[in-house]
């Protein structure tokens, strides 16, 4: 499975970006994307999810962020509205597969990470 992120950017703070991860393979066997971001000298954290059909949020970015999946185009979004400088790092998607018997998905790791793109929220 390799995933490609797109749409991040330089916004001012209030603005809204949506991020796009493309993923290639063998996309049947995930069953959940995941976004994460990460700022220089801090851990990654997690942001959102969409599992099963089940959007889930880290709470500073309940009701501004939204996740989505298109499993016919095999992407995942992350549409962020109001932007705040705290929203800066670089997002990274994962991809959770499956733990299934079926030769594609056994063969497969636990999960992929895209390589990540840069948002900058301005002040």
């Known amino acids: 499975v390799h995933l490609v992120e797109s749409g991040g950017g330089l916004v001012q703070a209030g603005g809204s970006l949506r991020l796009s991860c493309e993923a290639s393979g063998d996309t049947g066997c995930i069953h959940a994307m995941v976004w994460y971001r990460q700022v220089p000298g801090e851990d990654r954290e997690w942001v959102a999810a969409?599992?099963?059909?089940?959007?889930s949020y880290r709470d500073s970015v309940k009701g501004r962020f939204t996740i989505s999946r298109d499993k016919d185009r095999n992407t995942a979004y992350l549409q962020m509205n109001s932007l705040i400088p705290e929203d800066t790092g670089v997002y990274y998607c994962?991809?959770?597969?499956?733990?299934?018997?079926?030769?594609?998905?056994?063969?497969?790791?636990?999960?992929?990470w895209g390589q990540g793109t840069q948002v900058t929220v301005s002040s």
């Open positions: 994962k991809a959770d597969i499956v733990a299934s018997p079926v030769p594609e998905c056994a063969t497969l790791d636990r999960d992929y």
């Open positions: 969409h599992s099963g059909g089940i959007e």
